[in-house]
């Protein structure tokens, strides 16, 4: 879904990349040359105006590509594999390169399995530290902040950290390619079933046969089935990676988010917008000239539209004094949040971002996923792996039981409450909210944004945040959340009975 506008080739004399300022502590690979100034392809662009309007700038973003020797899917190996992987975002081949560690037969399907993933990762540090995968961070800081208004910042006392994207996939496909997963370079088209058996139809005429077929195509995905109406929110967000004369921040500090409007205050009518449907900047400061700066929609439903975001960024940069030289990378963000999960059990498995394990409330799901995979591969390789031999509807429910055991759905529902509650959160109520919710103790504020508290920790949690709030927030939220806290309620008997 993350739409990227990038360059496909070159039309001016290339020369050299020359290196920026205070080079940051991890290669900008994925720029290799840069333009003559103000020429891009050949064609003249906007110069940022002295108001620091960077929307004008092309992004200099050119697509990478993986230097493996990936093996292929050849006609002889097609016979049968025992699982079929769709997809090979992070979800894809982080299943491939778990469950193949069991001996089990992997083909993993993707229009272009070599190329690196596009969007800008961002996890806590001691959700990689614990899965053994922090050597694939490229950037790290010692705390993050919040700016709650324009007298109060919140100091977090929790690391954090942009994944390194091509060092995560080098990783995993190396896994991949020594436990001898298989690689089909198509788009699967259509997925059909018998009893003990799934067909791949893919784009190239091919027809790939497997045990399991799992889905791991990303938010678009067309495999997946729901039972229930999907009314998801929707995080949207507008980023760049930029070359800037200056900026405010502190390099040993991520913003995870600003919440500060006096920007707006000469713009009545983005501040308006602002102050009932809300966006907060995301920064990481990678050195004194060179950040990734996102505004940020945390959910809405509609989707707050994409222009009026990136009308909000400008006034935000010109209020901060950061004139953005170059525009090195850009994304715009678009996560579907929440919404009930895919019918369980199902013929086709799903990871990732069709899976339902996007937390409801931040959008966030890389460090998840990393840490999911291990357990439905396990739970496959038993149904699979060379001493069992437990495939169609028994297999099914078993892997999706893995990913989504009884007590995760009913946390869920609760996650997917606290979406409900933001989406009623106005400017002041969602900074009365983040107030309290990092006032309270480490252990509940760092459980939930990494999706691990318990049932009866949520819980608490939720009446400590209630107990906190302001007057009117409570009264906010006695008011617009007990239809959202019925269906919460409601939901969680019907998992628990069914
Ligand atoms: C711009 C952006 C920024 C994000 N930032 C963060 C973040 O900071 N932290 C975080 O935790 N989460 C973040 N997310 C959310 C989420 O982690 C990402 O969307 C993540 O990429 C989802 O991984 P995935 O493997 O499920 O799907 P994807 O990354 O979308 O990968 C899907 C793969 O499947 C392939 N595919 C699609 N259709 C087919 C088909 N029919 N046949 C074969 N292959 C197919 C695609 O080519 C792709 O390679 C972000 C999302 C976006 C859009």
């Given at each position: 879904m993350a739409t990227r506008f990038m360059?496909?080739?070159?039309s001016f004399p290339l020369k050299p990349h020359q290196p920026l300022q205070n080079t940051p502590p991890f290669p900008l690979t994925k720029i290799h040359y840069t333009a003559p100034r103000n020429l891009i392809r050949g064609k003249r662009v906007h110069s940022t105006s002295k108001y620091g309007n960077f929307l004008g700038l092309r992004p200099e973003h050119q697509p990478e590509t993986l230097d493996f020797d990936l093996p292929w899917c050849h006609p002889s190996d097609r016979a049968h594999f025992d699982v079929i992987i769709i997809g090979a975002g992070p979800a894809g081949i982080r299943l491939a390169e778990q469950v193949s560690l069991y001996g089990v037969k992997v083909c993993c399907v993707d229009p272009d399995p070599l190329s690196v993933w596009p969007n800008n990762y961002g996890v806590w540090v001691d959700e990689f530290e614990s899965l053994g995968l922090e050597d694939c961070l490229d950037k790290t800081w010692p705390m993050a902040c919040v700016h709650v208004n324009d007298s109060k910042t919140k100091y977090l006392d929790r690391s954090y950290g942009r994944v390194g994207r091509r060092k995560l996939k080098e990783r995993l496909i190396e896994g991949c390619v020594s436990n001898g997963v298989r690689f089909h370079k198509a788009k699967a088209w259509e997925v059909e079933h018998q009893e003990f058996e799934s067909c791949v139809l893919c784009d190239d005429g091919v027809e790939l046969k497997g045990s399991l077929v799992v889905d791991a195509?990303?938010?678009?995905?067309?495999?997946i089935e729901y039972d229930k109406v999907r009314n998801q929110g929707y995080q949207i967000a507008h980023g760049v990676l930029a070359e800037v004369e200056e900026h405010p921040f502190d390099l040993d500090k991520m913003v995870l988010m600003d919440w500060r409007d006096s920007h707006l205050g000469n713009e009545p009518s983005l501040r308006v917008s602002n102050s009932k449907f809300p966006t907060f900047l995301y920064a990481m400061p990678f050195s004194s000239n060179l950040v990734f700066l996102e505004e940020t929609s945390l959910v809405s439903r509609p989707v707050l539209s994409y222009m009026e975001v990136k009308k909000r960024m400008v006034a935000r940069l010109r209020h901060l004094g950061i004139r953005v030289k170059r525009v090195l990378e850009d994304e715009k963000c678009l996560i579907p949040m929440g919404g009930p999960l895919p019918r369980i059990p199902q013929n086709v498995m799903a990871i990732g971002?069709?899976?339902?394990?996007?937390?409801?409330?931040?959008?966030?799901?890389v460090a998840r996923t990393m840490a999911v995979a291990p357990v439905v591969a396990f739970a496959i390789a038993e149904c699979l792996g060379s001493t069992r031999m437990i495939r169609g509807k028994a297999l099914y429910a078993r892997v999706w039981n893995s990913m989504w055991p009884i007590e995760s759905r009913m946390a869920r529902e609760f996650y997917s409450f606290g979406m409900e509650t933001l989406l009623k959160l106005d400017l002041n109520g969602s900074r009365s909210f983040f107030n309290a919710f990092f006032d309270l103790k480490p252990y509940y504020w760092q459980g939930f944004l990494s999706s691990k508290l318990t049932l009866q920790e949520l819980l608490w949690l939720s009446m400590s945040l209630f107990g906190h709030a302001s007057n009117p927030s409570k009264l906010d939220i006695a008011t617009k959340c007990p239809l959202p806290l019925a269906k919460m309620m409601g939901n969680i008997a019907l998992d628990y009975i069914g």
């Open positions: 360059l496909s080739s070159q195509s990303g938010f678009g995905s067309r495999f971002g069709t899976s339902g394990v996007v937390h409801p409330s931040t959008g966030y799901m």
